[in-house]
Each structure stands twice: as C-alpha cells, then as structure tokens.
C-alpha cells in the first residue's frame, strides 16, 4: 500500500518541528523552569511535605496586601499615563512625514533598550536629591510615586510608538477618506473605521506596558525608596535581604499567574492584529503635515520627546561632568581606581564596561541560537503546541529575574553543571531574557519567506539544512543582525538576574551601578552617573546602528 503523500509530508514537517523545538525546549528546562521551580519548592516545602498552607498566610499579612495592591494599581496607572501620552506620538510617526523622522524614532526607542538601573539612574538626576529641579525649583520627586510613574512612561514610550504606529502606519487612510464622503465627521470616521482596526495593537501595546510595569524592579528599587515595594523588588528583598523563601516563594507563583494571564490575552490580541485590515505599504500612507492642527500636533509630540526623553538623558550626562572641582571628566577618571569606590568593588569599576561586552557578545550568540531555532520552529503555524511553545520563550520578560538568578545559585552546584563559580552563568541568564527578542525580530521575516522557494530547493535535491542555508538566510540576514543587536542591548543591561550571580570581581555595568549608588558619598553618586552615561551612550549607538541596517520599519521591533 502506498503512504498517503500529504500525510508523509505533514509527518516529516512534524518530525523537522519538533527537532528545532527540541534544544530551545531543553534550554529553557534547564536554565528557566528548573531554577524558578526549585525557589518554589524550598519555599513551600518542609521535611519534604508541601506547604500550601503558607500562600493563604503569605497572602493574607497586610504588608503583604499592600505591595501586592501597590503593583497593581501603579502598573495600570503607568499604562493608562503611557497610552495618553505615546498615541499622539504614534500617530505622528505613522501618518508624517519630516526630516530626521528615522533618527528621531531610533532616540523615541533608546529608553526601552537600557537598563532600568540607568532609567532609575536619570531620573534621580532630574528629580532626586541635588536634582536638576531641585536645584532649579526646589521640586523633589524621588521617593515619591510621580517619579515612579514618569520613569515608566519614559521606558514604555516606544512600546506604544512601535506597536500602534506600526500598524497604524499601514492601514489605508482611504477607508476612513471614505466614510466622511459619506456624511460621517472627523471623529466619527476615525471611531468607526479606525479605531476598531487599531484596537487589537493599542490592547497588546497596553498589555506589555501593563507586563514590564507590573514586573519593574530597578525602577522603583532606586526611585521609590523604602515607601514603595512591586512584587519583584519585593521578592528580591525576602530573598536576599530576609532570606525568607517561604513568602518569597509564594510571591513568585502569584506573579507567575499574573504574568501567564497577560501574555495569554497578549496571544490572543496579536493574532487579532494579524488579520485586522487590508494592509498597505508604509510609504504610501505618511505626508507632509498639512494646516496649523498638524503641525501643532508635531510641535506637540516633539516637544514631549525633548521633555519626557531627551532631558533625563542630558541631565544624566550633566551630572556625570558635575564634579566638585567644575565640570570635568573627574568621575570618569575616578573610575580606573578600586579604592575611589570606598570599597565597593575588588576592581576598578573601569572593568565592569569590559565585562558587561564580554557577557553580552556571548549571551547574543547563545539567545541568536535558541532564539533562531525557536522562530523557525514557530515559522508553519500550528495548533496548540506551538503556541504554548510560543508563549513559553515570552515568560522570561514577565517572570521574576530575581527568582532566576538566585535559582541559578540553588540549583546549579551540582556536576555535571556545577556553575556557580562560572563566569558563564550571566551570559545564560542574560540570553534568556535576550531570546524573545530574537524571535519576535526573526518570526514575521521568517514566515515572509515564501514556501515554495524551500520546496524548490527540496525537489532539487537540497536538505533541509542546506534549503535554509540557500534560501532563508540571504532573505533574513539583515533581520538577523537587527535580532543580535537587540539581544545584545537588553544583555548589557539585565540587573534583576544579575545582581545575584555576578561575581564580586567581575561586576557588571548595571550591578556596578547600583552598588555606587547604594553607597553615601559624592564620589559613589558622580561614578554611578559617569558609568549609566556609558552604558547609555553603547546602547544607543547599538540602536542607531540597528536602524541603519533595518529594512522593515513598519513592526514592533
């Protein structure tokens, strides 16, 4: 009896599927799931017994309802704050057209690739103690809920730009041209028309504003002072400060359960998006502003860019030069010095720049690997599985970075993977978080790739491994480079893994950072600004090199 072509052929599909899920699955086990499980495990167990008793005393201390209350009305106030101020933005960047438009979309974005240490970092130059307002006004906002706020809406703004503006960028203005011909005012046509194909994208802009807010740790950690406390500052205390993984433990599983609920409905939204509209080529739908409303409206939006993104930077930049003598390079000098620290660091904080490119460069090849295989087993849509697997690489965003790093110190001290003294441990914790980067760049190139060019390649004779060597990678080398660049921004500055694992004479950017700034003293607070500039300065000349290369301007990132 002859097999069944198609069924041979979805078999073998299935059997290539599952051979590229395997490693990512593997990684993933190992390194994420495993770590995580085993905080859970020592916290919510005794003499081998588990203790679920300990979520309903955990859950019901005051202090306990009070940080979880805290995470979540902030993290909805910081998403509501975002959406009002970025969808002007977004709109300008999707319907405009004006010099610098591509310089100034790469800047709207260098907030989101930096290390949330450096955004702490900046605004308690702008707002803190000594302060640019302070000493320009007498205004202090640190250790106050507005500064938590603000810095979040700074961090966030290119998620709503991007992801909305991305869209918006492609729907056919003709459409809503078309309802006002037939009677419907301004608004109307953009309620009726607009708004509902634009709705799916504003859902999974504010639902990944809602995730990173929700999860902030060194935003708040350094701006909130001892008053405010998110799930992840918090369980960052119980676990290295209290050293009580009981409530630590059970933190984490509720922010577990929160996290896989919103990026649930985040699936769900984007394939929403995927099939809200027609689309239409990018370049076809932005002009010239047009009349004083539109250009009010762009005055408007770069204004708020100068304000909301470039002040926090300039100020930090300031203030690195702000040393006591005048300004200089001082600080920058002090940091070739151990002893210029006070004893915060075994050696100079000099070092911490060249470890950080280190840990970067090979978290950037670890997350191009199992991000790679990872997009190109999620390329053929598929049912169940895949998407479970799909959201699987996004957890890492969402799920606590402390509860990780400290899971790497719990659990891999055993041969064969006996790692605690191993310099490898950062760039695996690192490349975790790099990983769903490199799959939201890689996929919508990926599945871009016609199928037929691999069948092509196949009845010639090709292998599969060849088939994509000759065919999908001259097509998606540019994306790729866009991938590893991203992967290696969010590498340099992962802090909440980091801090845990980071060994005291190889400190990293972030971890040196706030180390100086946990330390009284001038010096520290002048060497803290001088090394956040850097680490600004090399993500930023990382992002605009990104959009030099990029050809698809029209997605996420």
Same mark, same amino acid.
């Given at each position: 009896?002859?097999?069944?072509?198609?069924?041979?052929?979805?078999?073998?599909?299935?059997?290539?599927?599952?051979?590229?899920?395997?490693?990512?699955?593997?990684?993933?086990?190992?390194?994420?799931? $495993?770590?995580?499980?085993?905080?859970? @495990?020592?916290?919510?167990?005794?003499?081998?017994?588990?203790?679920?008793?300990?979520?309903?005393?955990?859950?019901?201390?005051?202090?306990?309802?009070?940080?979880?209350?805290?995470?979540?009305? +902030?993290?909805?106030?910081?998403?509501?704050?975002?959406?009002?101020?970025?969808?002007?933005?977004? $709109?300008?960047?999707?319907?405009?057209?004006?010099?610098?438009?591509?310089?100034?979309?790469?800047?709207?974005?260098?907030?989101?690739?930096?290390?949330?240490?450096?955004?702490?970092?900046?605004?308690?130059?702008?707002?803190?103690?000594?302060?640019?307002?302070?000493?320009?006004?007498?205004?202090?906002?640190?250790?106050?809920?507005?500064?938590?706020?603000?810095?979040?809406?700074?961090?966030?703004?290119?998620?709503?730009?991007?992801?909305?503006?991305?869209?918006?960028?492609?729907?056919?203005?003709?459409?809503?041209?078309?309802?006002?011909?037939? @009677?419907?005012?301004?608004?109307?046509?953009?309620?009726?028309?607009?708004?509902?194909?634009?709705?799916?994208?504003?859902?999974?802009?504010?639902?990944?504003?809602?995730?990173?807010?929700?999860?902030?740790?060194?935003?708040?950690?350094?701006?909130?002072?001892?008053? $405010?406390?998110?799930?992840?500052?918090?369980?960052?205390?119980?676990? *290295? +400060?209290?050293?009580?993984?009981?409530? *630590?433990?059970?933190?984490?599983?509720?922010?577990?359960? &929160?996290?896989?609920?919103?990026?649930?409905?985040?699936?769900?939204?984007?394939?929403?998006?995927?099939?809200?509209?027609?689309?239409?080529d990018p370049a076809q739908t932005a002009r010239r502003p047009r009349g004083a409303g539109q250009w009010v409206l762009l005055c408007g939006v770069l204004l708020t860019v100068l304000v909301l993104i470039l002040l926090p930077l300039g100020v930090l930049v300031e203030r690195s030069l702000d040393t006591p003598g005048g300004h200089g390079f001082g600080f920058y000098r002090a940091l070739r010095s151990a002893d210029a620290g006070g004893g915060t660091f075994l050696?100079?904080?000099?070092?911490?720049? @060249?470890?950080?490119?280190?840990?970067?460069?090979?978290?950037?090849?670890?997350?191009?690997?199992?991000? @790679?295989?990872?997009? &190109?087993? =999620?390329?053929?849509?598929?049912?169940?599985?895949?998407?479970?697997?799909?959201?699987?690489?996004?957890?890492?965003?969402?799920?606590?970075?402390?509860?990780?790093?400290?899971?790497?110190?719990?659990?891999?001290?055993?041969?064969?993977?006996?790692?605690?003294?191993?310099?490898?441990?950062?760039?695996?914790? +690192?490349?975790?978080?790099?990983?769903?980067?490199?799959?939201?760049?890689?996929?919508?190139?990926?599945?871009?790739?016609?199928?037929?060019?691999?069948?092509?390649?196949?009845?010639?004779?090709?292998?599969?491994?060849?088939?994509?060597?000759?065919?999908?990678?001259?097509?998606?080398?540019?994306?790729? =480079?866009?991938?590893?660049?991203?992967?290696?921004?969010?590498?340099?500055?992962?802090?909440?893994?980091?801090?845990?694992?980071?060994?005291?004479?190889?400190?990293?950017?972030?971890?040196?950072?706030?180390?100086?700034?946990?330390?009284?003293?001038?010096?520290? $607070?002048?060497? *803290?600004?001088?090394?956040?500039?850097?680490?600004?300065?090399?993500?930023?000349?990382?992002?605009?090199?990104?959009?030099?290369?990029?050809?698809?301007?029209?997605?996420?990132?």
């Amino acid at each position: 009896m002859r097999a069944n072509p198609a069924r041979a052929k979805a078999w073998r599909a299935s059997v290539v599927r599952l051979g590229l899920m395997a490693v990512p699955v593997a990684f993933f086990a190992l390194f994420f799931a $495993y770590p995580v499980a085993a905080i859970v @495990g020592r916290g919510l167990k005794a003499d081998g017994v588990w203790q679920f008793g300990r979520i309903g005393e955990v859950l019901t201390r005051p202090d306990i309802r009070d940080v979880l209350w805290f995470t979540t009305w +902030q993290a909805l106030a910081s998403t509501a704050l975002t959406l009002l101020i970025a969808l002007p933005g977004a $709109y300008v960047f999707a319907r405009f057209d004006f010099p610098g438009k591509q310089l100034l979309r790469a800047v709207v974005t260098v907030p989101f690739v930096l290390p949330t240490v450096v955004v702490g970092t900046a605004f308690l130059a702008l707002l803190g103690r000594g302060g640019f307002l302070d000493e320009l006004w007498g205004v202090r906002l640190d250790t106050t809920v507005w500064a938590i706020l603000l810095a979040h809406v700074f961090f966030n703004y290119a998620v709503v730009v991007r992801t909305v503006g991305g869209l918006w960028s492609q729907l056919d203005p003709r459409q809503e041209e078309a309802a006002r011909v037939l @009677g419907a005012g301004r608004f109307a046509a953009w309620r009726r028309v607009t708004l509902p194909a634009l709705a799916p994208a504003v859902a999974a802009a504010a639902l990944m504003v809602f995730l990173f807010t929700f999860t902030s740790f060194g935003v708040v950690q350094i701006l909130g002072g001892p008053g $405010y406390s998110t799930l992840e500052v918090e369980i960052y205390r119980q676990t *290295a +400060q209290l050293l009580a993984l009981p409530t *630590a433990a059970v933190l984490t599983l509720v922010q577990f359960a &929160a996290v896989g609920a919103i990026l649930a409905v985040h699936a769900w939204t984007v394939r929403r998006r995927e099939t809200a509209l027609k689309l239409v080529d990018p370049a076809q739908t932005a002009r010239r502003p047009r009349g004083a409303g539109q250009w009010v409206l762009l005055c408007g939006v770069l204004l708020t860019v100068l304000v909301l993104i470039l002040l926090p930077l300039g100020v930090l930049v300031e203030r690195s030069l702000d040393t006591p003598g005048g300004h200089g390079f001082g600080f920058y000098r002090a940091l070739r010095s151990a002893d210029a620290g006070g004893g915060t660091f075994l050696v100079a904080p000099l070092e911490a720049i @060249g470890n950080s490119v280190q840990y970067a460069l090979v978290a950037t090849v670890i997350a191009l690997v199992i991000g @790679g295989l990872a997009a &190109a087993a =999620l390329t053929r849509r598929a049912g169940r599985l895949v998407r479970g697997f799909d959201a699987l690489l996004m957890l890492p965003l969402g799920v606590s970075a402390v509860t990780v790093g400290f899971g790497f110190l719990i659990t891999l001290d055993k041969p064969p993977l006996d790692l605690r003294t191993s310099w490898i441990l950062v760039p695996l914790a +690192q490349a975790l978080v790099g990983v769903p980067f490199v799959v939201r760049t890689m996929l919508p190139v990926l599945r871009a790739v016609d199928g037929r060019l691999r069948e092509a390649a196949a009845v010639l004779g090709a292998s599969p491994l060849r088939a994509w060597r000759e065919v999908d990678l001259p097509l998606v080398r540019r994306a790729l =480079l866009v991938a590893a660049g991203f992967a290696f921004a969010v590498s340099l500055g992962e802090f909440g893994a980091t801090v845990f694992i980071a060994r005291p004479d190889r400190p990293t950017l972030p971890v040196a950072v706030a180390r100086l700034l946990g330390r009284a003293g001038e010096l520290n $607070y002048g060497q *803290a600004m001088a090394l956040s500039t850097i680490l600004m300065v090399v993500c930023a000349l990382s992002l605009l090199l990104l959009e030099r290369i990029r050809t698809d301007r029209s997605g996420e990132f």
